[in-house]
């Protein structure tokens, strides 16, 4: 009887739960019963009967996991974040064959910008102009300036290739792309991880784009800050926990690094954390992503996932699937 009730329950696990209202997203596919849910204390429906589940946007990784232990059919969890971390400890118990999904290209235009600017405030110190306007401070001199200048990307995805495209226009000298493999793209050669020491003396600005996995957490520690250039710009809009934080302190202080950050190590940046207080750095409170552009890239990537999974057909931005080795699909 329990098998019937288990093979029941997942024929009818076709539930859809979104952290956006249904009848805010036109054109979404008929069939599912879909189901507001953004990280209330209370369920909409009953856990087991979801086949497609929504992960609420930027509620933490407390309540993305919440349901998921209930979820006993569910096939998609999709996040609307490029980053999955908050979501793939959970991977390991979900059923076999669920495929966790990742929000490739809701951000990536956003997070550029974002990149590009924090880049360019920083080199032009526009943080130092604001705080001299109280006091009408002069501070007229010879500043640095993107142009001409080598730029390294630490994780070139689609992020990563985004913010080449903003560097471009401002004449930058080269841009240098790391990601986790190395490959070669019409602009030219994508180095391999491993080759990230090499290249760091040569750079001006690194732009850390990479999630974060075991692979890459705390790689911005003392050996790799300490091959950058001395008054090189390290600009970090990927996950707080790829910068080792009390190493970079410890450039910061002296005086022989700068740094941009839109995420920290702890995040939210606590009020009494000396990063706050640390020469040459600029801090924003890791607002990459939640823009006037997100939503409606958000609505359309949910529109579009949601009828290939209604129609059968394998959805996009596939990053992990339950009981596969990591690396695998």
């Known amino acids: 009887?329990?098998?019937?009730?288990?093979?029941?329950?997942?024929?009818?696990?076709?539930?859809?739960?979104?952290p956006v209202p249904p009848a805010e997203i036109d054109g979404l596919p008929e069939g599912p019963a879909y189901h507001f849910w953004d990280g209330a204390e209370e369920f909409p429906a009953d856990p087991a009967r979801c086949g497609f589940y929504v992960v609420p946007y930027m509620k933490g990784p407390v309540v993305a996991a919440r349901p998921l232990p209930d979820m006993t059919h569910v096939r998609v969890v999709q996040t609307l974040t490029a980053g999955i971390d908050h979501v793939a400890p959970a991977v390991p118990g979900l059923p076999e064959g669920t495929v966790l999904c990742n929000a490739r290209g809701v951000h990536?235009?956003?997070?550029a910008e974002l990149a590009l600017a924090l880049t360019?405030?920083?080199?032009?110190?526009?943080?130092?102009?604001?705080?001299?306007?109280?006091?009408?401070?002069?501070?007229?001199g010879i500043y640095p300036a993107l142009a001409d200048r080598t730029v390294l990307i630490v994780g070139y995805g689609a992020i990563g290739a985004?913010?080449?495209?903003?560097?471009?226009?401002?004449?930058?000298a080269e841009v240098l792309r790391v990601a986790r493999t190395a490959r070669t793209?019409?602009?030219?050669?994508?180095?391999?991880?491993?080759?990230?020491?090499?290249?760091?003396?040569?750079a001006d600005v690194v732009i850390l784009c990479t999630p974060l996995t075991d692979e890459t957490r705390g790689l911005a520690g003392t050996g790799f800050l300490g091959r950058m250039r001395d008054w090189a710009l390290l600009v970090n809009i990927a996950r707080g926990g790829v910068v080792d934080t009390k190493a970079l302190?410890?450039?910061?202080?002296?005086?022989?690094?700068?740094?941009?950050?839109?995420?920290?190590?702890?995040?939210?940046l606590p009020p009494e954390?000396?990063?706050?207080?640390?020469?040459?750095?600029?801090?924003?409170?890791?607002?990459?992503?939640?823009?006037?552009?997100?939503?409606?890239?958000?609505?359309?990537?949910?529109?579009?996932?949601?009828?290939?999974?209604?129609?059968?057909?394998?959805?996009?931005?596939?990053?992990?699937?339950?009981?596969?080795e990591q690396g695998e699909g």
């Open 108 to 111: 990536d235009a956003s997070t």
């Open 249 to 268: 302190l410890v450039e910061l202080e002296s005086g022989r690094l700068r740094a941009a950050l839109d995420v920290t190590d702890p995040e939210p």
């Open 162 to 172: 985004a913010i080449e495209d903003r560097l471009l226009p401002f004449e930058v």
């Open 273 to 324: 954390h000396p990063l706050w207080r640390a020469p040459g750095v600029l801090i924003s409170p890791h607002v990459g992503g939640p823009t006037s552009a997100f939503l409606p890239r958000a609505k359309r990537m949910l529109r579009a996932q949601l009828t290939r999974w209604v129609a059968g057909e394998p959805v996009e931005h596939v990053v992990a699937t339950a009981g596969r």
């Open 185 to 202: 793209t019409a602009r030219g050669p994508v180095h391999a991880l491993a080759e990230v020491a090499e290249l760091l003396p040569r």
């Open 1 to 18: 009887m329990a098998s019937d009730t288990s093979a029941t329950t997942a024929q009818q696990a076709t539930d859809v739960w979104l």
């Open 120 to 140: 360019l405030a920083s080199l032009r110190r526009i943080p130092e102009f604001v705080r001299a306007q109280p006091s009408g401070d002069w501070l007229q």
